[in-house]
């Protein structure tokens, strides 16, 4: 089992900055690629970015330029350093983790709220 605990959720102005973490603990040997996803009311939830065990980084298009994830392999945390935030941008950030055995785990979610 992987348990992932996200942090770093808040309020912030358009055009401010936040940074979101995720920590890992439990069978964190078997974790592979990292991601965080998105879900705002009403919505899909959707793919933000991810990364893989070696560094390898995918974004969302509406997120290039502005989004930066990262990973601390010994510390098993993810980060998402989210810069030039817009109200589109507000949702509930969710940390994801597959795995060698191909069973994903979520965290719980950390709500990040954009105003204009």
């Known amino acids: 089992q992987v348990q992932l605990v996200e942090s770093g959720g808040g309020l912030v102005q358009a055009g401010g900055s936040l940074r979101l973490s995720c920590a890992a603990s439990?069978?964190?040997?078997?974790?592979?690629?990292m991601g965080w996803y998105r879900q705002a009311p009403g919505k899909q939830r959707e793919l933000v970015a991810s990364i893989t065990r070696g560094g390898r980084t995918n974004y969302a298009d509406s997120v290039k330029g502005r989004f930066t994830i990262s990973r601390d392999n010994p510390k098993n945390t993810v980060y998402l350093q989210m810069n030039s935030l817009k109200p589109e941008d507000t949702a509930v950030y969710y940390c994801k983790s597959d795995t060698y055995t191909s069973r994903d785990y979520w965290g719980q979610g950390t709500q990040v709220t954009v105003s204009s």
């Open positions: 439990g069978s964190t040997f078997r974790i592979t690629d």
